[in-house]
């Protein structure tokens, strides 16, 4: 490997880390310069380590890696940014772990993404700052998925191409798109969208966050959009997630509700 390869400086969100060894971690990284990463940090389970503090989920972090054997090894960590309203606050706490689950599924170690390292990274930011972390979370799906290659198809049907009129639709996610009622009522693949939920996914699609934050989603519309983009995410990544039963599970606590959104 050459020289230059054998020591890096990166800056890097923290998305998650397991243990490793006896006194070790491994972290899973999205890093400005390299994009995706696993590295190790030798020692943070010890009682009195340095590093411990600066290498939790959630983080912002300026990091010096040596080259291992087969992983990157942490030799220096300093904190860029805590986020401090996310550790203080549950619900915060489980918007940011969806945050990071979606970010470390639909990544791979392939190279730098530099959008997709603002996208993480502002939106951590919105969830610790913004007094409604709903939708930043939206936002966030919304343009990861532009990013990751699943942009979903919100202006013709994508079955006879038809352009989508301002009636309720279909959506289906084998598809990767709306159908319209024609042709979304010869499938059972599909499922309902109102024509309000679609004019607002529209709007998060094509907007910066500023024009995005100014749009008065009803609570019911924010619940069906919230469905519809995880049934859609779980199609996508084969797999159920983690942080939304989490996210669930402390919004009943915190509201007394029972109420349950089925993602699949």
């Known amino acids: 490997m ?10 890097a969100v923290v998305l998650k880390h397991s243990n490793w060894g006896e006194a070790d971690r491994l972290l899973v990284l999205f890093t400005r310069e390299r994009g995706k990463a696993r590295a190790i940090a030798k020692g943070v389970r010890k009682m009195h380590s340095r590093k411990a503090g600066h290498l939790e989920p959630f983080t912002r972090v300026t990091l010096q890696m040596s080259q291992g054997r ?57 969830v610790d700052s913004d007094a409604d972390a709903n939708l930043a979370v939206r936002y966030y799906e919304i343009h990861l998925l532009d990013l990751v290659g ?27 798109g709306v159908l319209c009622p024609d042709c979304g009522v010869k499938t059972n693949t599909s499922r309902p969208v109102s024509m309000q939920a679609l004019k607002f996914i529209r709007h998060l699609q094509r907007s910066t966050y500023k024009d995005a934050s100014r749009a008065q989603i009803p609570p019911e519309i924010q619940r069906e959009i919230e469905a519809l983009l995880q049934w859609y995410i779980t199609y ?7 942080s939304p039963g989490f996210l669930q599970k402390v919004r009943r606590q915190e509201t007394g509700s029972g109420e349950n959104i089925t993602f699949q």
């Open 2 to 11: 050459p020289e230059r390869e054998r020591s890096i400086r990166v800056e």
């Open 236 to 242: 996508l990544l084969e797999r159920g997630l983690n």
């Open 70 to 126: 087969d992983l990157w090894i942490i030799t220096q960590a300093e904190t860029v940014e805590s986020y401090p309203n996310i550790r203080e606050n549950l619900i915060r706490t489980a918007y940011a772990s969806y945050v990071m689950e979606l970010a470390e599924r639909f990544t791979y170690e392939e190279g730098a993404s530099l959008p997709l390292y603002q996208l993480i990274h502002e939106t951590l930011k919105r």
């Open 150 to 176: 699943f942009r979903p198809q919100l202006i013709h049907c994508v079955s006879c191409r038809t352009e989508i009129m301002p009636q309720d639709q279909f959506f289906d996610a084998g598809m990767g």
